[in-house]
């Protein structure tokens, strides 16, 4: 009978055992919450924004974005109004000052490589090569891409740099601006 009534206890004690430990073992628990813990140590995504303003006698305003994706290339995206229809270039340039009423202030093109000027598909191009503004009939040019060679932070960030809106198109090949005239907008890149 002591035998019969051990073994039942015994019994009884593991299946206790193993129903305690089936409360606290869930893996799909496990799994979200290091799921969780994971997104949270990732980075935190960027984002820079310039505010265009008119330059002296002109009507060219609107927005740039600029922001990390998880691939780490920079989305830039414009929306741009009051310009002619046509082709403009589209540049960030070395300095954040746009207080010159041509906005001569903000210097040259962003070039901490001291390379040829380019299309920003081109292997050899400056940092702030972003190719043409396309305006429609209405004035207003939408632009949207991906660029591995921008940055937000480190020794070529853009932030505290400028973005231009030049009046002529840029050709790709004149050299150090591509022959893309004046300017017609300036803004700050200021992360947000």
Not at 76 to 91: D, I, N, R
Not at 126 to 152: I, M, P, Q, R, T
């Amino acid at each position: 009978m002591h035998t019969t009534l051990r073994l039942l206890t015994m019994m009884a004690l593991v299946l206790a055992l193993g129903a305690c430990g089936g409360e606290h073992a869930h893996p799909t628990d496990t799994a979200e919450h290091a799921a969780g813990h994971a997104e949270d140590d990732a980075p935190a995504a960027l984002k820079a924004e310039a505010n265009l303003q008119p330059t002296e006698g002109s009507q060219v305003s609107g927005q740039v974005t600029f922001e990390t994706q998880s691939s780490g290339q920079i989305h830039v995206s414009a929306l741009v109004t009051g310009l002619e229809p046509g082709k403009h270039g589209f540049h960030i340039h070395e300095t954040g000052d746009c207080s010159a009423p041509d906005a001569t202030s903000a210097g040259g093109h962003y070039n901490p490589e001291g390379v040829d000027h380019g299309g920003p598909d081109a292997a050899v191009h400056h940092v702030g090569d972003l190719g043409n503004l396309e305006a429609d009939a209405e004035g207003k040019a939408e632009y949207h891409a991906n660029w591995g060679f921008l940055s937000l932070e480190g020794d070529h960030s853009i932030v505290g740099k400028a973005v231009i809106v030049h009046a002529g198109e840029d050709d790709f090949t004149s050299q150090p601006t591509g022959a893309a005239g004046g300017r017609l907008a300036c803004g700050v890149i200021e992360l947000k």
